[in-house]
């Protein structure tokens, strides 16, 4: 089955900026699109932001187009988010997955924590 993992978070400071990757490994990797979430204690996963996989078309969540940028690299079954003009409510753990409408198609994987402060 496909395996999903995400890197690239941390500790940064207010201003900066920070780009997380979801790498696709194992199985038959073909979804419609790709997404990235985040969620903070106590709450579910919200959307920030999704991408088709076979064209550039593109989805933000809301006041996603602010701070966030979803990009990819079908080549290497990866994807990115960019987070731009970092603040302290970006705050979260963020993860990856794809799908196909409004089905989810992989288990989710462990998630990478960013921590925006100063």
């Known amino acids: 089955q496909v395996h999903l993992v995400e890197s690239g978070g941390g500790l940064v400071q207010p201003g900066g900026s920070l780009r997380l990757t979801c790498s696709a490994s194992g199985g038959f990797f073909d979804p419609s699109f790709m997404a990235w979430f985040r969620q903070t204690p106590g709450k579910g996963r919200d959307l920030v932001g999704a991408?088709?996989?076979?064209?550039?078309?593109?989805y933000f969540g809301e006041d996603a187009k602010v701070r966030f940028i979803v990009s990819k690299d079908n080549a290497k079954d990866t994807v990115y988010l960019h987070i731009v003009d970092l603040k302290p409510e970006v705050t979260a753990v963020y993860y990856c997955n794809g799908g196909i409408g409004a089905t989810i198609l992989y288990p989710w994987g462990q998630g990478t924590r960013v921590t925006v402060s100063s």
């Open positions: 991408i088709s996989w076979s064209t550039d078309s593109r």
